[in-house]
């Protein structure tokens, strides 16, 4: 990532050298993140919704409803429990 073109142009270049790429434009989606660009003085915001909606409708589990509690309380943990 850079804010100047040549330095850019100069990384997409020695890419294209040794692999064979494509340009996709501006990013919005890689590797399961979304990518949000359109605010540059805010900075990038980055967000896994559509992965993690992927994910619960494959194992059909998109209709359930959020637990308060992601974990049991006060729940002791040990290593014979680690898989």
């Keep these: 990532m850079s804010n100047e073109i040549h330095n850019i142009q100069k990384a997409k270049d020695e890419l294209a050298s ?5 340009d996709g434009g501006p990013l919005h989606y890689m ?23 992927d994910i619960l409708n494959k194992y059909n589990m998109a209709d359930l409803k959020p637990s308060p509690i992601p974990a049991i309380p006060n729940l002791p943990l040990s290593f014979d429990m680690a898989p």
């Excluded at 040794?18 to 494509?22: E, G, K, L, P």
């Design 18 to 22: 040794a692999f064979s790429i494509t």
């Design 31 to 53: 590797l399961g993140i979304e990518f949000n660009l359109e605010s540059p003085e805010n900075g990038i915001h980055l967000c896994q919704r559509k992965f993690t909606e």
